[in-house]
T-cell receptor, first 114, second 114 residues
Framework: DAMVIQNPRYQVTQFGKPVTLSCSQT?????MYWYQQKSSQAPKLLFH???????NEADTPDNFQSRRPNTSFCFLDIRSPGLGDAAMYLC?????????????FGDGTRLSIL | DQQVKQNSPSLSVQEGRISILNCDYT??????FLWYKKYPAEGPTFLIS?????DKNEDGRFTVFLNKSAKHLSLHIVPSQPGDSAVYFC?????????????FGTGTRLTIIP
């Protein structure tokens, strides 16, 4: 089945130690998104790629970076994780910017900071 | 400032009855609305959507109603089944941003009682 796959499902890192979360998709979608969701809160868009075009949200901290080396893969890099970065990180894709193409989500990576 | 609000964190409904999940929004630019369903340990999956040119959209047991003047939408599930137990997220978008910027609510946990 075509899908959005996030690895790992659970990630533990130390305070200040860089960490990378991975997302891959077999849907051949143009757009890939990264969301942060803290407990009992709404998913919050961090940034997205439309093909190779990177779009950062204005309030996304500089500590968060992303790479999309090809259509299938997108990475979220947290350069110096703080305790406040502990959250579920969701990757999503959509075929295009068309409103009729809803976003498809992966199962998320839960990040814990020690 | 929460632009999409789901004021009921949880809802319990008897199997076979109607489930009504509510969502309010404050941004008058929003003109496209979606509902996502999320099971534990899985990512959100798209359920149903509605454009502001309509006031109702139906898909099987699921119907979404939109009241633009009240800035309110609701999801009706009839009849409710045990497999409907999940967290439901309301999301909204403004068409001048395409599908890129979805603003999510905090979710409502629906429990269907057998």
């Amino acid at each position: 089945d075509a899908m959005v796959i996030q690895n790992p499902r659970y990630q533990v890192t130390q305070f200040g130690k860089p960490v990378t979360l991975s997302c891959s998709q077999t849907l051949n979608h143009n757009v890939m998104y990264w969301y942060q969701q803290k407990s009992s809160q709404a998913p919050k868009l961090l940034f997205h790629y439309y093909d190779k075009d990177f779009n950062n949200e204005a309030d996304t901290p500089d500590n968060f970076q992303s790479r999309r080396p090809n259509t299938s893969f997108c990475f979220l890099d947290i350069r110096s994780p703080g305790l406040g970065d502990a959250a579920m990180y969701l990757c999503a894709t959509s075929g295009d910017r068309d409103l009729n193409q809803p976003q498809h989500f992966g199962d998320g990576t839960r990040l814990s900071i020690l | 400032d929460q632009q999409v609000k789901q004021n009921s964190p949880s809802l319990s409904v008897q199997e076979g009855r109607i489930s009504i999940l509510n969502c309010d929004y404050t941004n008058s630019m929003f003109d496209y609305f979606l509902w996502y369903k999320k099971y534990p340990a899985e990512g959100p999956t798209f359920l149903i959507s509605i454009s502001s040119i309509k006031d109702k959209n139906e898909d099987g047991r699921f119907t979404v109603f939109l009241n633009k003047s009240a800035k309110h939408l609701s999801l009706h599930i009839v009849p409710s089944q045990p497999g409907d137990s999940a967290v439901y997220f309301c999301a909204a978008s403004a068409s001048n941003f395409g599908n890129e910027k979805l603003t999510f609510g905090t979710g409502t946990r629906l429990t269907i009682i057998p």
